[in-house]
């Protein structure tokens, strides 16, 4: 499957922003769905993800409460909406996708090594 991110941008704290991730290539509603963020010099984070029912959702401690993950399957899209940003959340924003059989129905993965597949990357700036 093909994923390409968009909807980064330049945001004032306190703001929002949805990122977008659509697939293209295989069937969208077999693969679980996440986002990871990385900043220079740092690893590549788990910021949240979708199983590929919607089922079940699992982010990172420093997002809950403010993010949200949704997906679309009719219009092969992914979606991170992300409120209340702050400027520790500045990063480089990736979604990425892995089979459901291969991760396990119920099982969100939080490390990029498990990811099959993977979007470019979108920038996300939040200034204080």
């Known amino acids: 499957v093909q994923l390409q991110a968009f909807g980064g941008g330049l945001v004032q704290a306190g703001g929002s922003l949805r990122l977008s991730c659509a697939a293209s290539?295989?069937?969208?509603?077999?693969?679980?769905m996440d986002w990871f963020r990385q900043v220079p010099g740092k690893e590549r984070e788990f910021v949240g993800g979708i199983t590929w029912s919607g089922g079940h959702t699992l982010f990172t401690d420093s997002v809950k409460a403010r993010f949200t993950i949704y997906r679309d399957d009719i219009k092969n899209t992914g979606y991170l909406q992300m409120n209340l940003l702050k400027p520790e959340d500045t990063a480089v924003y990736f979604c990425a996708a892995v089979g459901r059989f291969r991760a396990g129905l119920s099982t969100i993965p939080t490390a990029p090594g498990q990811y099959e597949f993977w979007g470019q990357g979108t920038q996300v700036t939040v200034s204080s």
């Open positions: 290539g295989r069937i969208f509603s077999d693969y679980h």
